[in-house]
């Protein structure tokens, strides 16, 4: 596939898998899974563009997606994370970082600090799991983000439930303002990326 379709058709499943399956007529349910071959059918029907799509390319897709956006299991795909839907995500509490961030906006800083952290325009608070993770998403809506450390530890022992949904990414109801500060860490030194062989 062409950059341009992997890039068209990684849009086209965050969301139908994250907020409209009844656009494509399709069923998803309680924990947000979609039968692959209805969804590809369903794409290929609706969208003349995606007529060629097959299982291996919504598999490759979702094995190089470098989030981990994406699930593949017994034949069903789902999005990971994201949802503007009611799902029960049945994810995973074990293994989180004992502290995770959040960006935020210098303006909306102290509400948070003074409020906590609740979900806005999604049904979860998306956490990341390391500060440049944090930074990247931060820099998608906001220019110069802000970053809030999230004492995960303290957190998850007092009773607040955090599941891992994607390689950064982790998701929870709220987080109430005692487990919240203000990083004061600096953008991480990333190593070079690798060339690929061509």
Do not use: C
């Amino acid at each position: 596939m062409k950059d341009e379709e992997i890039d068209s058709l990684g849009r086209t499943m965050a969301g139908v898998l994250r907020h409209f399956p009844d656009r494509y007529g399709l069923e998803m349910d309680a924990n947000g899974w979609i039968d692959l071959h209805d969804f590809i059918t369903a794409l290929s029907i609706r969208n003349k563009r995606f007529r060629f799509l097959k299982p291996n390319h919504i598999l490759g897709l979702i094995q190089t997606d470098p989030k981990g956006r994406y699930e593949f299991r017994d034949g069903r795909i789902r999005a990971t994370y994201g949802h503007s839907l009611d799902v029960d995500l049945d994810l995973p509490t074990e293994n989180i970082p004992d502290v995770l961030f959040y960006p935020t906006s210098e303006e909306e800083l102290s509400v948070l600090l003074g409020a906590g952290l609740r979900p806005s325009d999604r049904k979860m608070v998306h956490l990341s799991g390391t500060f440049n993770a944090a930074l990247e998403a931060g820099r998608v809506r906001i220019q110069v983000p802000v970053i809030i450390e999230i004492d995960a530890k303290e957190a998850r022992t007092s009773g607040v439930v955090i599941k891992k949904a994607g390689k950064t990414v982790y998701l929870t109801t709220e987080v109430p303002p005692e487990y919240l500060k203000r990083s004061d860490r600096a953008e991480e030194e990333l190593p070079p990326e690798e060339p690929s062989p061509d």
